[in-house]
């Protein structure tokens, strides 16, 4: 398994590309909230778009709820969609959201980009760029 994962900005919003065989685990989150925390610094933007195909996950309550906090304390204000295609939520994404909500930073999971990027706020002509 992987914590690998590439950063971009295109202007709009950020863009996170997870490795294809990435776990969601402790040391990943941490990993990807401290190198995401810099982006948004580095180019003033709170809205993140981040993709990956099916990914496994090795997180229990606890560690959801220490990322959902670290994403809004090292992100105020931090708006960000993550589309996992093969991923269906359950009740740790569920209360990572709400821990993430709850002290200001929104968080939402996708299996579509386009609708990912809508809700990011992304225009359909936007899209086409």
Known sequence: ?????????????????????????????????????????????????????????????????????????SIPGLAMAICIYEYTPDEITEFFKNVAYNRGATIEFFNDKQKALEWLGVKDDELKH
């Open 1 to 73: 398994m992987s914590s690998d994962f590439s950063i971009e900005f295109n202007g709009r919003y950020i863009h996170i590309i997870h490795a294809p065989d990435y776990e969601i685990s402790p040391e990943s989150n941490d990993k990807m909230w401290r190198t995401l925390a810099e982006a948004c610094r580095k180019y003033k933007c709170l809205k993140v778009f981040a993709e990956g195909a099916a990914q496994t996950r090795r997180v229990s309550s606890l560690d959801a709820y220490q990322s959902g906090l670290q994403a809004a304390d």
